[in-house]
């Protein structure tokens, strides 16, 4: 069908006239000129998901109701000539980015690590046994927009990753790296090291340390990963796992 629908409009450009234009952001015809174009590539390069390019690049001449996400297959099935507008498009990268996160929650984790593994490697990044990188994306894959971005919410999974000082000077204070090693003490007599297990500990702790849940998870994930934006705390040390966790905080 793929075939019959590049061979439906061959056929119909003499009486359709043309294919719809492109215009860039600011809605005017792109040119070099301007430095407006760039090769297919390039949006390789910034982390773009080809199924994301060809939605996108679809979505901007052709029309199926209101649907600005859809699968290949989905387009496959609906795709109709008569749809087809001919008044010009305008590129929105921003739209670029949002389908491509769409995409990229509905990829499968065994592809998504192949794709992230080679930005992980310019990252220096080459062991991504443990933990699992297909378990790491699933956790961390519904916040992010490209496949760069991916690798590097991957990045604190493998390597403490150093604060910026914003996040010291916000979350980490006088009382903040005993209190670590008041918790490291909890988490080690910890038989089950899992997300639940861990997650029981958070409101007996803070009870007896008289603070709000803030007062340890920022700082915890700031001696743990190096910074303060990470998902659910519990599932993270879960993931990075016990020994390493301790290490990090007791260093």
């Not at 439906?8 to 792109?30: D, S, T």
């Not at 998901?49 to 060809?54: D, G, H, R, T």
């Not at 958070?202 to 007896?208: A, I, L, S, T, Y």
Request: with cysteine.
């Amino acid at each position: 069908k793929q075939i019959n629908i590049l061979k439906a409009i061959g056929a119909n450009l003499p009486e359709y006239g043309h294919l719809p234009m492109i215009l860039n952001e600011q809605g005017k015809k792109i040119s070099k000129r301007s430095g407006d174009t760039v090769a297919i590539t390039d949006f390789g390069a910034m982390g773009i998901l080809p199924e994301a390019m060809l939605n996108y690049l679809a979505r901007l001449g052709w029309a199926h109701g209101d649907d600005e996400f859809f699968t290949m297959e989905q387009f496959i099935e609906w795709f109709d000539l008569k749809d087809v507008s001919p008044s010009p498009s305008r590129m929105d990268l921003k739209k670029l980015y949002w389908i491509n996160g769409e995409h990229i929650k509905i990829t499968p984790n065994e592809k998504l690590a192949e794709l992230v593994k080679p930005r992980l490697a310019l990252r220096d990044i080459y062991d991504t046994a443990k933990p699992a990188l297909e378990d790491v994306l699933a956790l961390v894959k519904d916040r992010v927009q490209d496949l760069n971005t991916l690798a590097d919410e991957c990045l604190y999974f493998y390597v403490k990753q150093t604060p910026a000082e914003a996040d010291v000077q916000k979350h980490w204070d006088d009382e903040a790296a005993a209190r670590m090693l008041r918790f490291a003490e909890r988490l080690e007599g910890l038989e089950d090291w899992n997300a639940e297990a861990i997650h029981d500990l958070f409101k007996p702790f803070c009870d007896e340390e008289g603070i709000k849940m803030g007062k340890l998870g920022m700082p915890l994930r700031l001696a743990v990963c190096g910074t303060a934006k990470t998902p659910s705390v519990d599932a993270v040390l879960a993931l990075i796992g016990k020994e390493e966790v301790l290490k990090r905080i007791r260093s």
